[in-house]
């Protein structure tokens, strides 16, 4: 499985950006997709996740209700929708997914097998 990220960019506090995913190959072989980013000089933290067939999703407590994590499986890609940016979300988004049945705790980034190289977010105040 290959995954693509784009859609990254600058916005403004309180602005909206949508980032999207495109995957490739054994997509079928995947049950279960996330976002996480990465903020200079602090780790990788989760941000969304979804069952790729279901459309459960879980969110981590610092975005939820702000953003919405979505699948189109026709077109193989997965979506970020970010509203009411803060600076604080600033970061490097990575899209992620996994061979593993879904279930919301899949939170942990050791849990992912494959990996999208990354979009920068910047917010300003």
């Known amino acids: 499985v290959q995954l693509q990220a784009s859609g990254g960019g600058l916005a403004q506090a309180g602005g909206s950006l949508r980032l999207s995913c495109a995957a490739s190959?054994?997509?079928?072989?995947?049950?279960?997709m996330g976002w996480f980013r990465q903020a200079p000089g602090k780790d990788r933290e989760f941000v969304a996740n979804i069952n790729r067939t279901g459309g459960s999703t879980y969110y981590a407590d610092s975005v939820k209700g702000r953003f919405i994590i979505s699948t189109d499986n026709d077109n193989k890609m997965l979506y970020l929708r970010m509203h009411s940016l803060k600076p604080e979300d600033s970061a490097v988004y990575y899209c992620?997914?996994?061979?593993?049945?879904?279930?919301?705790?899949?939170?942990?980034?050791?849990?992912?097998?494959?990996w999208g190289q990354g979009t920068l977010v910047t917010v300003s105040s």
């Open positions: 992620a997914a996994t061979t593993r049945a879904y279930y919301s705790g899949l939170t942990d980034d050791t849990f992912y097998d494959y």
């Open positions: 190959g054994r997509t079928f072989s995947t049950d279960t």
